[in-house]
């Protein structure tokens, strides 16, 4: 295949190093960073609801085309607030193919997660999988837009409209990604991003919660800020899950260079794609064309018997010449603590969430690699 040559232009200041991480962070326009921070220091308005948050917040909300979106210290203290603010009891239906984050908060929540399989094709939660799960006790679906791929938005709110069932996607991944009608940001009853340093789109940490419920925005609101209406009037439960302004002056200075990072990550994803053709037994993770996505992950699946050795050999292998691929979300979470000792998880059955456990790997890619580590790795890869 070809690949189309991009300018990616990336402003690394100098940034080097010799070992290449997953997740690597990306970088925005430093001179206006800078500035900011130095407005933030001349105001020494440092946090609660300044007018870089502020700013954010606005600017987010054009960005996704949504009505309402609040930003927050991470996307696990989102996800709790949405889980709260909606009112979830007893068992939420979401996939085990996850980052820990997202049963932990809903267990967090004295909610009982209650593990999906997922689709073998995108690796986005299976409704049919959801559906079968579905008991009295099951207030939501959590679906998991993972890499970047929207879930299958139709199937599950036509689920949940038949069972009663709230909706929130785990969008950690998914910032500036969408099918063919919305972005991201406006499914299910609100949408949770991750705004962390290995995300497309960083504040150092961060995320925040999109909704077109005005309901739920004051009360997302008024809880992320300890229940505060006004000054000494607290109406509602509340937690402290602002994000400080010098998170948000990151954030803002990753808008002007948004493109040039999506652009950088597709052509990398072309040039693995062009590497790694052919290669037996390695099937690379494509994205739906009709789809925006982010192009942040570069996700290959190993078959260990055609490929000739194990997923975790090859893991070694790389790691061996300072390439911290990563095997995700191993061992998956149903298998890990608090999850894997409950009963009802003991004998679980997801066949392809036990497959891809197995057979995922992330390689790095975003503006800290070049097409010689790219080559390099691919190499590796290839054997040589
Ligand atoms: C799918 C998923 N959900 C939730 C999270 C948690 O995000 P945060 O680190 O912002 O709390 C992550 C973070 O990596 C994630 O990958």
Redesign the pocket.
Known sequence: MSVTKTTHRIDLNGARSDVLHVGAPNVGDRAYFNRLVDQIFQRRWFTNDGCVVKELEEKLRSFLGVKHCIVVC???VGLQLAFHALELTGEVILPSF??V??PHAACWEGLTPVFADVKRDNHTICPDSVRSLITEQTSAIVG?H?WGNPCDTDAIESIARDHGLAVIY?A??AFACGDQRRMIGNFGDCEVF???A?KFFNTF?G?AIATNNDDLAARLTLMKNFGFAGMDHVIHLGTNAKMPEICAAMGLSMFPILEEIREKNRYNHQLYRAHLEGVKGLRLLTYDHLHQTNWQYVVIEIDEAEFGISRDSLVDRLHAQNVRARRYFYPGCHRMEPYGSMERNRKLDLPNTETLCRRVICLPTGTAIDEVDIDRICQIIRGY
């Open positions: 991470n996307a696990t996850t980052f984050a997202t998991v993972v785990d950690a991944h991750s705004f962390h290995t940490e995320g």
